[in-house]
């Protein structure tokens, strides 16, 4: 089992910037990919970013350039940095963990945090 705990939402102006982490805890040495997800009011979950174990990244159209994902093995965290803030980018942001993450097609794992809250004012 592996557990996931995000941090780090929270209420920023249109054009800011916010930081979320993840932390990864039991057994995490089957993790390879890692991925963040975010849903907001009456809309489908969507993968935002993922990153592989060797630090690869892909992204959503909708945040290439002002989102980026990374990883600290050593820490077991993957952080989220998320830059130019739209009102659109209003939801709740959700860490996976083991799902393949390709730019058009998509698995989520089967490991879920909690999910953090995320809103941008405009």
């Known amino acids: 089992q592996v557990q996931l705990v995000e941090s780090g939402g929270g209420l920023v102006q249109a054009g800011g910037s916010l930081r979320v982490s993840c932390v990864a805890s039991g057994s995490t040495f089957s993790i390879n990919n890692m991925g963040w997800y975010r849903q907001a009011p009456g809309k489908q979950r969507e993968l935002v970013a993922g990153?592989?174990?060797?630090?690869?990244?892909i992204y959503a159209d909708s945040v290439k350039g002002r989102f980026t994902i990374s990883r600290d093995n050593a820490k077991r965290t993957v952080y989220l940095q998320m830059t130019s803030l739209k009102p659109e980018d209003t939801a709740v942001y959700y860490c996976n963990a083991g799902g393949s993450y390709g730019t058009y097609s998509h698995i989520p794992g089967d490991y879920w945090g909690q999910g953090t809250q995320v809103t941008v004012s405009s």
């Open positions: 990153i592989g174990s060797g630090g690869t990244t």
